[in-house]
């Protein structure tokens, strides 16, 4: 596609700077918030209250049915090869280092949808869900992530694109079963957190006064 490629050479090698090459590598690696991540998993699951809980139960999964599961089957049924490895004059950066793209080395990886981008969407689709428009600001990372991918060189505009996409269904599947469960099942499996918490997702009353979140907190 034409567009595809036209805003691919834009980012990657026209709308660029000395500090987008120092930090688009470290926005786009997961590594770099390994242990900021495991401390928030622990410190939700140790003090979390009910919805915390229920709110990382969904995170994990849709990293199985997601990221292993939907993209990971879509970029081998695709099986589109990184930019990097097909097109000439891409710049790949990484960190402390930015060399140029060599195509004559063949095709290499699977580029079609991007797991970094459907990951993130999920994320943000899920943490709106459970908290509503505070949390909103979690898009915007997403969609930093998305362009950091393109800047570094491994995916096409495309490919994040449709990582949006994929993720912010996957999410949204899972928030939708999850609260048609809790809806269902909820007061018989557990009636005392039921009553406490009758809807599992975020949810403001009629009047727009206050989120349901804030009175179910005074319960437990």
């Known amino acids: 596609m034409g567009w595809d490629l036209w805003l691919f050479y834009e980012i990657n090698t026209h709308?660029?700077?000395?500090?987008?090459?120092?930090?688009?590598?470290?926005?786009?690696?997961?590594?770099?918030?390994?242990?900021?991540?495991?401390?928030?998993?622990?410190?939700?699951?140790?003090?979390?209250?009910?919805?915390?809980?229920c709110f990382l139960g969904l995170v994990g999964l849709s990293l199985v049915v997601g990221d292993m599961g939907m993209t990971d089957g879509l970029k081998h049924l695709v099986n589109r090869p990184r930019p990097f490895s097909v097109l000439p004059g891409v710049r790949q950066v990484e960190e402390g280092k930015i060399s140029w793209s060599d195509p004559?080395?063949?095709?290499?990886?699977?580029?079609?949808?991007?797991?970094?981008?459907?990951?993130?969407?999920?994320?943000?689709?899920?943490?709106?869900?459970?908290?509503?428009?505070?949390?909103?600001?979690?898009?915007?990372?997403?969609g930093l992530v998305g362009y950091s991918r393109i800047y570094l060189g491994v995916h096409?505009?495309?490919?994040?694109?449709?990582?949006?996409?994929?993720?912010?269904?996957?999410?949204?599947?899972?928030?939708?079963g999850a609260a048609y469960a809790w809806r269902r099942w909820g007061a018989q499996v557990s009636p005392r957190l039921f009553a406490a918490h009758p809807r599992l997702l975020y949810a403001r009353d009629r009047r727009g006064e206050k989120p349901q979140e804030e009175e179910e907190s005074r319960i437990g």
């Open 104 to 142: 004559s080395q063949g095709p290499r990886g699977k580029s079609f949808p991007s797991g970094h981008a459907a990951n993130n969407a999920a994320l943000a689709y899920l943490a709106t869900a459970f908290y509503g428009p505070r949390l909103a600001w979690v898009w915007l990372w997403a």
């Open 156 to 176: 096409y505009p495309s490919d994040v694109l449709a990582g949006w996409l994929a993720g912010a269904f996957y999410g949204w599947a899972l928030c939708s």
């Open 15 to 53: 709308w660029t700077s000395p500090l987008f090459d120092r930090w688009m590598p470290f926005v786009s690696h997961y590594h770099h918030f390994q242990g900021i991540v495991l401390a928030g998993v622990v410190f939700l699951t140790l003090l979390g209250r009910f919805r915390e809980r």
